[in-house]
């Protein structure tokens, strides 16, 4: 589980956004801060590959990394639409 700093800040984000709050025990919250975790570290300035060389994203989508983000990005959207429903 993430650190009550992060939740806190996406619900108030959320908040603004979509006029409701999660409860702090929310799965899908959760989640949404894992799969926000997961894509800036794919996308880390210090280190991230897709960042010192984009255009091998489409050389080599797997080795890079460009195939997982777009999936864990897919997820986000997926996630977020369902909530939103």
Do not use: C, T
Not at 10 to 34: I, K, P, Q, T, Y
Not at 42 to 59: A, V
């Amino acid at each position: 589980m993430y650190g009550l700093f992060e939740v806190s800040v996406l619900n108030g984000l959320w908040a603004m956004l979509a006029g409701d709050r999660f409860s702090l025990n929310d799965s899908r919250l959760a989640r949404v801060v894992e799969i926000v975790h997961e894509s800036l570290r794919m996308l880390d300035i210090s280190g991230g590959i897709l960042n010192q060389l984009p255009f091998i994203r489409f050389f080599a989508p797997k080795f890079s990394g460009n195939k997982y983000l777009k999936q864990i990005i897919n997820e986000l959207y997926i996630l977020l639409k369902v909530i939103l429903n």
